[in-house]
Antibody, heavy 119, light 106 residues
Framework: EVQLVQSGAEVKKPGESLKISCKGS????????IGWVRQMPGKGLEWMGI????????RYSPSFQGQVTISADKSISTAYLQWSSLKASDTAMYYC????????????WGQGTLVTVSS | EIVMTQSPATLSVSPGERATLSCRAS??????LAWYQQKPGQAPRLLIY???TRATGIPARFSGSGSGTEFTLTISSLQSEDFAVYYC????????FGGGTKVEIK
């Protein structure tokens, strides 16, 4: 079964750094894009960016360029989303998903990681 | 950036009735459109890609149509498990999602 399992919920303070993870299993991790999507509380979905673990080719939505870093460690089939300095406005649920291409649909999705940033 | 607009924001439907959801793109996205279903506390689930192709395991009561800038998701006979929020997503350019349509019980 193709599956993405994300790391657990995080509570952080503004200015702190954070790295959340998304571990793939049941498929060839290096052969498919993995992307990240933000969902702020009570709001819709926002496409953040995507990475091809095979060669680490990474694309960012202009809205998120410079705000986050997407990476992957193919030795452990895990993709990451990280922040160097969190803001309260980063409070959201973050989902990873297997992309059909560098710009495509996502299927399947991880279960989501809730990030709460509060002083 | 391509802006995706979904309507209506909320659709009240009785079980067994037909539901028709709309998605409009600010410029042509050809057939590069997907639909997702999201239930409370769950991740989105892919329903349709390529505007009209059902994803694996999706019941035949879900159908998608359209191309260019106008798209429709139809649920032919609503079941209790279909009450959820539905999102469209274009992937012709930098991917972007619509704001969602909540399908609620009438």
């Amino acid at each position: 079964e193709v599956q993405l399992v994300q790391s657990g919920a995080e509570v952080k303070k503004p200015g702190e750094s954070l790295k959340i993870s998304c571990k793939g299993s049941g498929y060839s991790f290096t052969s498919y894009w993995i992307g990240w999507v933000r969902q702020m509380p009570g709001k819709g979905l926002e496409w953040m960016g995507i990475i091809y673990p095979g060669d680490s080719d990474t694309r960012y939505s202009p809205s998120f360029q410079g705000q986050v870093t997407i990476s992957a460690d193919k030795s452990i089939s895990t993709a990451y989303l990280q922040w160097s300095s969190l803001k309260a406005s980063d409070t959201a649920m973050y989902y990873c998903g297997i992309g059909s291409g560098s710009s495509g649909w996502f299927d399947p999705w991880g279960q989501g990681t809730l990030v709460t940033v509060s002083s | 950036e391509i802006v995706m607009t979904q309507s209506p924001a909320t659709l009240s439907v009785s079980p067994g009735e037909r539901a028709t959801l709309s998605c409009r793109a600010s410029q042509s996205v050809s057939s590069n459109l997907a639909w997702y279903q999201q239930k409370p506390g769950q991740a989105p689930r892919l329903l349709i890609y390529g505007a009209s192709t059902r994803a694996t395991g999706i019941p035949a009561r879900f159908s998608g149509s359209g191309s260019g800038t106008e798209f429709t998701l139809t649920i032919s006979s609503l079941q209790s498990e279909d009450f959820a929020v539905y999102y469209c997503q274009q992937y012709n350019n930098w991917p972007s999602f619509g704001g969602g349509t909540k399908v609620e019980i009438k």
